[in-house]
């Protein structure tokens, strides 16, 4: 569920034109309806905008849906998730959270997701971690960050997390023009090395890798 259309970063690869999308929230009124409509036939909820964290209610909306017992994560990119925030999630029994960071190294996490996001990603992904909630780390490959996949998950293992989402660039939104110009799939050797460094990185690390 978009939770918000509103998101205080421009990324690059953003497939809705984050920042940009528009300024509409959903409102409690309709969250509360669809809890009621959809508590006995779904699963997992993922809540995500947008910024997730933009949404003034966001702390009541986590509350609601764990309430209706369903399985509840929200999909960030880190920068406002503070110690105190992360501990309420916490607190309210939030099953996990993702944060998306592009890479290892500033550098390329910044050219991507805008200058001096990268050491507040970090500092997100660890008041997730030392709240002791299940975190998640997105990155979206595109053949700007492939290179960086092993020396993620190693950073990742010293930062205390388990977790690491690989996930592919959507040709949609401001993503289209990263997809035209780097699209991993235009390089079969990119792909071959992307391969061996996820296997290195299962060897080498304790890291859960999904792809």
Request: hydrophobic share 35%; net charge positive.
């Amino acid at each position: 569920i978009n939770l918000t259309q509103r998101c205080n970063l421009k990324c690059k690869h953003c497939y809705l034109f984050g920042g940009e999308w528009g300024n509409k929230d959903l409102d409690l009124i309709t969250i509360k309806r669809l809890i009621k409509d959809l508590k006995d036939k779904i699963f997992f909820v993922y809540l995500a905008g947008g910024e997730p964290l933009l949404h003034k209610n966001i702390i009541e909306i986590v509350r609601l849906f764990k309430k209706a017992g369903i399985y509840t994560s929200i999909t960030t990119n880190g920068t406002l998730l503070t110690k105190r925030l992360a501990e309420k999630f916490r607190d309210l029994g939030i099953n996990h959270i993702q944060i998306s960071l592009e890479g290892a190294k500033k550098k390329t996490n910044d050219l991507i997701r805008g200058e001096g996001t990268y050491d507040k990603i970090l500092c997100g992904i660890k008041n997730s971690i030392d709240a002791g909630i299940p975190t998640v780390i997105a990155c979206t490959l595109s053949l700007l960050n492939v290179n960086e996949v092993y020396d993620l998950t190693r950073m990742i293992q010293k930062l205390g997390g388990k977790y690491i989402h690989l996930g592919f660039n959507q040709p949609a939104g401001r993503g289209k023009s990263i997809y035209e110009k780097y699209d991993l799939f235009k390089d079969k050797r990119a792909i071959k090395k992307l391969l061996r460094d996820i296997e290195r990185s299962r060897k080498k690390t304790k890291i859960d890798i999904s792809l």
